[in-house]
Structure formats: C-alpha cells, structure tokens
C-alpha cells in the first residue's frame, strides 16, 4: 500500500530533479528567492566568522540529495553534480575559521557518501580530515561537542545542540573506517550527554544545552531555534528521534533505541491531526507558523525506528511517518518547475524574521524519506 504510493512520489521527484539538477549542477544551494530561483552557498567569506557562504552548515545537502538520486537512477551525471559541491568544500579546511561542529551534515552526505558508494580514494581523507576536526570540538569534562564558536557576543565555549546527534555519524564511520575506537567513543560520550541532558522525562527535548566549558556542570538550556526555553522545536525533535536510531544502528546500545522510542511517542502524540507540523511543538496557536523541514526530518527518524523494531511497533511508526509525508506531498510540495525546491513551508527558527520558506535539506530529508519507504538505498548516515 505505501509502496505505490512511494513508486507515485519517486516518479515525480526523478521528473523534477532531472531539470532542478541539471539548471543548478554549478550551484550549492540552501532556498529558493521570490521567482523560485535557487541561492547559491558556494563563495567563501573572507571573514573568519560563521557565515552564509561555503561554511554553510546546509551544504551537504545538494550532493547528498544527488546520490539519493544516483543510488537511485545509476546515472553517472548525478554523481559528477555531488562532487561539485563535494571537492568545493574542501576549502573550508584551509579558511577553517568559519567551521563548526556541522561538518557531519556537511561532509557525511558528501564526502562520506563518495566514498562509500564509489570508493573514492580523495572522499576518504577529505571525511576523516573533517572527523579529525570534530574530535577537536570534545570537551572531555562536560563529555560534548561544541556547537558553534560564536552567536553575536555571547560565550559558546560549553554550548552543545540537539542537531549534533547527526553529526556524530562521521565519528561512528571514522571508527568503522579505520578501526580505531576513539572516533566512536566520543561519539558514545556525546550521545550520553545528549540522553541524559537534553530529552525531558515526557520525551521532549532541549534544542540548546549549556555546560561550564571548565567544570562540565550543566548551567541550563535555551529555546533556541524553538520557541522559548522549555519549549519543544520540532525539528530539535526530529534531530534527537533520529539521531539516536543512528547512533543505536552504529553501538547496539539498547538506551539509545529507548530514547529515541520515548522522543518519537512525544512526536507522535504532538502531530495535528491535520499532519502539518508547527515551528514548536509548544509555540502559541498564533499565528500558525510551521515547518515542513521539521515534519520531513521527524518522518525520516520514526521510519528508521520502524526498521528496528517487530510487528505492530514497526506499523505505528510506519503509519506515523506516512501521514506526514502524505500531507508534504498533497498539499506542501511544488512539484512544478516554477520552483528549484520541492518542499515549501520550512522555517529556520521561530523568532526568525521570516518563515515558510524553502531549504535545501528539507528536500533532502522529504526525497530520503521517500526512498525509505520504498526500502531503497544505503542509510547515509
Ligand atoms: N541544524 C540547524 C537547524 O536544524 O536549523
């Protein structure tokens, strides 16, 4: 039954891509502008600091969603657009300045993805030079990755987000890659934090957690890109529900599956019923903000946890993601070639100045979603 649905979806999504692809192969895109035209990421800043160019936390996204569709279609041309983005990436490393602990969102479906599906000898070192870097971000008192280096002049030294549960997937490759323990063991330390710091006893989670960067003593959360301190931003959700599936895939480690079972039921007791999921799970009715990259992230996350568990559990999950894909599809997709995205209706943050916009990893996440449920292609991650 949702494998015709998802036979239906891909055809649409090879339709578009084949264009969308073809028009921005020379583009690292992160939203489309007011004409539907995609952005492009792909200039490095002469400015040391975090910024909207190449150090772009998103831009993984365009070469991950290419070999979604290679591993999907075979067709060479598709692999050739990736490595575009791939290799331009590189020069993050000599800038370094402007990098953060997002090198796993942009080098594992870059970087990591090469290399795994084509054996790309340059992909290899380019991922553990970026793995090596993340290691450098261990605070080994408090037992987390460092997020950013800055947020205007506040002081990050011990800040550490829910998002990072993703980019520790380049830690659990580098241990698989080159048997050395230590990449995995503070991905363990981190993902322990992560358990026991930023899931709430109801299952919701904290999008940002501060420690004392000298002592590792927990000084308190912040709302983040949600709504408010104590509040529940969707996307943090879909972070944390599928972030410890990935790292229960890579450990065997029992809690992780937990954890990302109670984070998932809180999901799931939170959609509307009209599967169009909010900024914030706890923001105010009004006005109606939403985020569609949030439903795609959080529906990616419950059909992973599908695969891991038996029977009736793995249909619940399966039917949960479902709902919220079927709602994407009908009534949240440009499936048009008015607009470089597929996906609309996404939002950065809630206090941000403007909402429901389109990203490029929400694409991603609808498009590997999609393929999941079609039992197609390799996890990534
Ligand atoms: N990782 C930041 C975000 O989800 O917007």
């Known amino acids: 039954m949702y494998d015709a649905w998802a036979d239906q979806v891909i055809e649409k999504i090879r339709k578009k891509m084949r264009w969308c692809g073809e028009k921005n192969r020379d583009r690292i895109p992160y939203t489309t502008d007011a004409n539907g035209n995609y952005d492009d990421r792909s200039e490095l800043s002469a400015e040391w600091s975090l910024d909207n160019g190449l150090n772009w936390w998103t831009n993984g996204f365009w070469g991950g969603m290419m070999w979604l569709l290679y591993q999907d279609t075979g067709e060479e041309s598709y692999a050739e657009i990736a490595r575009i983005s791939e290799y331009r990436l590189e020069a993050c490393f000599d800038s370094y300045y402007g990098l953060h602990h997002d090198v796993g969102f942009m080098f594992q479906p870059t970087a990591v993805a090469d290399y795994r599906l084509t054996g790309n000898e340059r992909s290899r070192k380019t991922a553990l030079h970026a793995a090596n870097l993340l290691v450098g971000r261990f605070n080994p008192v408090g037992r987390f990755i460092r997020a950013w280096n800055e947020v205007g002049d506040q002081d990050t030294r011990g800040w550490a987000i829910i998002d990072c549960m993703f980019n520790i997937s380049l830690l659990y490759w580098a241990s698989e890659e080159t048997k050395d323990p230590c990449f995995k063991q503070i991905a363990m330390m981190h993902a322990d934090t992560a358990m026991a710091h930023f899931v709430c006893p109801d299952g919701s989670v904290n999008h940002i957690v501060e420690f004392d960067p000298e002592t590792g003593e927990r000084v308190k959360s ?20 599928y972030g410890f599936v990935i790292s229960y895939l890579h450990t065997g480690k029992q809690e992780y599956l937990d954890t990302a079972k109670k984070v998932a039921h809180y999901c799931m007791a939170n959609i509307p019923e009209s599967g169009v999921v909010p900024i914030d799970f706890r923001q105010p009715v009004e006005p109606p903000y939403e985020d569609s990259c949030g439903a795609c992230v959080i529906a990616g996350g419950l059909l992973e946890l599908a695969r891991c568990v038996p029977g009736p559990e793995q249909e619940s999950y399966r039917r949960a993601a479902m709902k919220i894909l079927k709602t994407l599809d009908e009534s949240r997709a440009d499936w048009s070639e008015c607009c470089d995205a597929i996906v609309q209706e996404c939002s950065g943050a809630y206090h941000d100045a403007s909402h429901h916009m389109t990203m490029t990893y929400a694409d991603y996440f609808f498009m590997e979603a999609v393929y999941k449920v079609k039992g197609k292609g390799i996890l990534l991650w």
């Open 222 to 241: 912040h709302g983040g890109q949600g709504y408010g301190e104590g509040s529940s931003w969707t996307r943090g959700q879909g972070w944390a529900v």
